[in-house]
């Protein structure tokens, strides 16, 4: 076995900017074994010629370059192929793996990251911190941190500008990577070769993988696209049918179809394309001229190229160690709401769970949203993981009714004084209470008070049934605005009775319906 790296003009039509290209393979029994055309000459003949298989973001098996690392069932890692990485492979539990160019990088069940192997580019220089999912690619390595935030390490030949915002998981490829954002949408980022960054799809998706040259992703829908250089059909023509997972290696791709199956296209020379045996895959993982998964029942299985002895399984069980970790549920503090009717109060709130190994689905009972009666209710809430781990919490709701009666007095002023002691007033007071409808009021004066004459106020209160009392007042102005009224005699006729004319009396009234009267005259 040996590498040949011949100097070549990619025949596809490499891109215009690239000033060299080269087709690296692997002379296997005098044949020259195409890979796929590479975008930048390698140098180092010890290297390793094919491409990093993206991984989905728990596994217990990742194919490499021309190597495959896997968890063990008790969480430690092995890794087997290629012998002259001798790299040591580090110590711990670990929930995930994921073997690139010529190292790989596992993330420990507390998330804390290792990675191992070829250094060169500083790939395996992981960053503090923990993760949920990580992928190792050609030189460099990518990884979504606990808080969905993305950060990248490695070849800074790239000169790739990471894009921002919250992911849920990520590819690394051959010369750029890809992530799917928490909302749906991808990001492709690196060099350009083969239209990988511009040509990323529009939509929503589930999982990207990025191979070498070519990225291969699941739509919402669960149909694949993909795209980058198709020199051996890795990219058109694609099978039909719905798929939960898709992994890129080489020049090949594999996928998971929903019922279990596995499909695979592109180039088949070792015999990587095609799924070594029937039934049904819980996980595929293409490398650079092999493939590996895990069938449904936990068996491990590898098929392609065996020369490096990256097929040939370890002894000793492979595949994820027991999920015991239940997930971290995260309750709000106790609630107290106001009623807004006699059944209480509708009450909204926040419930989250976050699970290290997978997905935590939390229900609540009653459930957000619910309409809470009067009272202290108690709200259990249970997050449950995929393995069935749960993790319960309570919280109260406290429904109060602390808002009066809000009252109202309808009366008419000025009212016009009837008699010395002012008028008659009488007015209507009602009040209204969200839960306790509309409590009796009582009001001082009453209604049907004699109000003197100036000015009086009329204080009405009111309590519901939560004991809350409500006051509302009025002023009610009585006044005497009528004039008296005169009662004049006729006119008089007198005889003079001397030279000063004559002495003449009258009488002359007066009546006030309010009060008493004065009468003057002039004149006398």
Request: charged share 5%.
């Amino acid at each position: 076995m040996g590498y040949v790296v011949t100097w070549v003009i990619d025949g596809a039509g490499a891109p215009s900017h690239l000033e060299k290209a080269v087709v690296v393979g692997r002379v296997v029994r005098g044949v020259l074994v195409a890979l796929g055309v590479l975008g930048a000459l390698v140098l180092a003949a010890s290297a390793e010629t094919v491409s990093a298989a993206s991984v989905p973001s728990s596994g217990a098996i990742s194919a490499g370059s021309n190597f495959t690392c896997g968890i063990r069932t008790d969480g430690t890692l092995v890794c087997w192929g290629d012998p002259t990485l001798g790299w040591t492979i580090p110590l711990g539990t670990f929930s995930q793996v994921s073997s690139g160019f010529s190292h790989a990088c596992g993330i420990r069940i507390d998330g804390s990251l290792a990675c191992w192997g070829d250094n060169a580019s500083g790939q395996t220089n992981a960053p503090p911190g923990t993760f949920s999912q990580v992928s190792s690619g050609n030189g460099f390595t990518c990884a979504v941190k606990t808080d969905q935030t993305l950060v990248c390490w490695g070849d800074p030949s790239l000169g790739w500008t990471i894009p921002p915002g919250t992911f849920s998981q990520v590819s690394s490829g051959g010369f750029g990577a890809c992530g799917v954002r928490t909302d749906g949408t991808l990001a492709c980022w690196g060099l350009n070769l083969y239209d990988l960054v511009s040509n990323t799809p529009g939509g929503t998706f589930s999982q990207v993988s990025a191979g070498y040259l070519h990225t291969c992703a699941v739509q919402s829908g669960g149909t694949v696209v993909c795209w980058g250089s198709n020199s051996f059909g890795q990219v058109s023509p694609l099978p039909t049918g719905i798929f939960s997972q898709v992994s890129s290696g080489g020049s090949h791709t594999c996928g998971i179809q929903v019922d279990g199956t596995v499909a695979c296209w592109g180039y088949n020379f070792f015999g990587q394309a095609p799924p070594l045996v029937a039934g049904t895959f819980s996980q595929v993982s293409s490398g650079g001229l092999f493939t590996c998964g895990v069938q449904t029942d936990g068996t491990p299985v590898c098929w392609g190229d065996p020369t490096g002895g990256e097929t040939t399984l370890p002894a000793g069980g492979l595949g994820p160690p027991a999920d015991t970790t239940p997930p971290v549920i995260t309750l709000p503090a106790n609630i107290t709401a106001e009623a807004t009717g006699p059944s209480g109060a509708v009450v909204t709130y926040a419930v989250s769970a976050v699970d290290p190994d997978d997905a935590a689905t939390v229900s609540c009972m009653p459930a957000s949203g619910s309409t809470f009666p009067l009272g202290l209710t108690t709200v259990s809430c249970t997050a449950t993981d995929t393995h069935g781990n749960t993790a319960s919490g309570t919280f109260t709701v406290t429904v109060a009714d602390t808002t009066p009666p809000v009252l109202t007095i309808n009366v008419t002023s000025p009212v016009e004084a009837t008699g010395p002691n002012g008028a008659v007033v009488t007015f209507t007071a009602s009040a209204t209470d969200a839960v306790s409808g509309s409590p009796a009021t009582i009001c001082t004066p009453p209604s049907g008070s004699t109000f003197p004459v100036g000015s009086t106020t009329i204080t009405c209160t009111a309590t519901d049934g939560a004991g809350n009392l409500g006051t509302a007042t009025a002023t009610v102005v009585v006044e005497d605005k009528t004039a008296p009224t005169l009662s004049l005699p006729a006119n008089v006729t007198a005889e003079a009775t001397g030279p000063s004319g004559a002495v003449v009396t009258y009488a002359v009234s007066a009546t006030d319906p309010d009060d008493a009267t004065t009468v003057a005259c002039t004149p006398i």
